[in-house]
């Protein structure tokens, strides 16, 4: 019995991504009652920076992360060299604006307010997108206590092994950083 293919493909912006089935969903209400849509949270516009990342260069480094919680969820994204060096800023500025996309709004400090947004967007095939991440972070660094985390301390920093690694409690990660610094 094969497995069948948790993803479906969908082309925006002159790239096709493979994003899960699950972000299709049906309007239940209004004018648009019955229609398909697609509704990118956290996980699936994860899925669509990776690859949107890889189409500019395929040798830089994208990690995402999905967060849900009270009231919300969140995207963060760091994107960096191999070596964690950060990536040139005009391409970082593309991705930070792509993964953007899909947030639904933003906080205003001055209120304490959370402003809504919409987020509709038409797919290279006229189907519908929806943006449906609350906070969208996205960072031209490493993730903290990752392998090109250390390596970019160590290399571009300045800061020593022991000092970078001491916080740092996977014992793989280090001894792959170690490797990749010799």
């Known amino acids: 019995m094969s497995k069948q293919n948790p993803n479906i493909q969908v082309d925006f912006q002159g790239i096709r991504y493979n994003v899960r089935k699950k972000a299709l969903r049906t309007y239940t209400y209004g004018e648009n009652k019955g229609k398909h849509y697609l509704n990118i949270g956290p996980t699936e516009a994860g899925q669509m920076v990776k690859q949107y990342v890889k189409t500019i260069n ?12 009270s009231m919300g969820n969140s995207l963060n994204v760091n994107v960096c060299m191999k070596d964690g060096s950060s990536i040139p800023n005009e391409e970082y500025q593309k991705i930070n604006e792509f993964a953007n996309l899909f947030r639904y709004g933003r906080f205003d400090g001055m209120t304490d307010y959370y402003e ?8 290279d095939n ?13 960072n031209n660094q490493p993730k903290f206590g990752t392998t090109e985390w250390i390596v970019n301390e160590v290399k571009n920093v300045g800061r020593t092994l022991e000092e970078t690694t001491r916080y740092v409690s996977d014992q793989k990660i280090i001894e792959k950083a170690k490797k990749e610094l010799i």
């Not at 395929?58 to 919680?69: P, R, S």
């Open 58 to 69: 395929k040798n830089y480094l994208c990690k995402v992360k999905a967060e849900w919680f």
């Open 116 to 123: 809504y947004e919409e987020t509709k967007y038409e797919t």
């Open 126 to 138: 006229g189907n519908t997108i929806e943006g449906a991440c609350k906070y969208v972070t996205v």
